[in-house]
Every structure is written in structure tokens, then in C-alpha cells.
């Protein structure tokens, strides 16, 4: 069973910075796109930034520049670093995984972790 632990939300203010960690767990050989999405209340889920385990990685348009994913994929892990943050960057954050392989012939289409919120206010 493949799994998503998310990790790093918390209370910042404007300005500030944070980190979140999403690992992935259970019987995986590869995983082909890895990322993060958020939600805030009254708006509908949003890209925020992706990799691909072959190193493309992709922005939303508001997060350039001052967010930057990365991956670790002997870990099966990604992170968002969250630099400059606004209190617009407040929601729930989502991490994502795509192409989950579990055998050569095998694989999971997609895993969404729990959420963690992050709260961006004096």
C-alpha cells in the first residue's frame, strides 16, 4: 500500500519562510512526477509545483521565484521550500504523486497525502 506523509505546515509570518516534506511509503521502485498542491477555503484545488523524477520541474505563476521543489528519489521524498511567503500563500497543502511504479509491470496511478496547513499571518 502506497502512502503519503506530508510534514512542515505551520503558523508564519508574512515574509517568512517554511519547508514541507512529503515522503512516499510502502513497495515502490520509481515514482515519474511528484508535487504539491494547495486549497484554500472557498477555492478549488490548485497546482503550486511539480518534478519529474527526470528532473523537469514546473510553477504555478505566483510561486516563481519564491518557492522551489525538489526531490529525493533514492527516498522516494519531495520538498517545497517557501520563501517570502504572503498571507495569500495560506491554505491546505496537498502532496501528489503520479506513476507510481511498485513492480516493473506495475504501478499505481495516483496518491494524494493528508494535507498540512500553512497559515502565512502576523
Known amino acids: 500500500q502506497v502512502q503519503l506523509v506530508e510534514s512542515g505546515g505551520g503558523l508564519v509570518q508574512p515574509g517568512g519562510s517554511l519547508r514541507l516534506s512529503c515522503a512516499a511509503s510502502?513497495?515502490?521502485?520509481?515514482?515519474?512526477?511528484m508535487g504539491w498542491y494547495r486549497q484554500a477555503p472557498g477555492t478549488e484545488r490548485e497546482l503550486v509545483a511539480s518534478?519529474?523524477?527526470?528532473?523537469?520541474?514546473d510553477y504555478a505563476d505566483s510561486v516563481k521565484g519564491r518557492f522551489t521543489i525538489s526531490r529525493d528519489n533514492a527516498k522516494n521524498t519531495v520538498y517545497l521550500q517557501m520563501n517570502s511567503l504572503k498571507p495569500e500563500d495560506t491554505a491546505v497543502y496537498y502532496c501528489?504523486?503520479?506513476?507510481?511504479?511498485?513492480?516493473?509491470?506495475?504501478?499505481?496511478?495516483?496518491?494524494w497525502g493528508q494535507g498540512t496547513l500553512v497559515t502565512v499571518s502576523p
Open positions: 501528489n504523486a503520479k506513476g507510481i511504479y511498485t513492480s516493473p509491470s506495475n504501478w499505481v496511478v495516483e496518491r
Open positions: 518534478g519529474t523524477s527526470g528532473g523537469s520541474r
Open positions: 510502502g513497495r515502490i521502485l520509481s515514482i515519474n512526477t
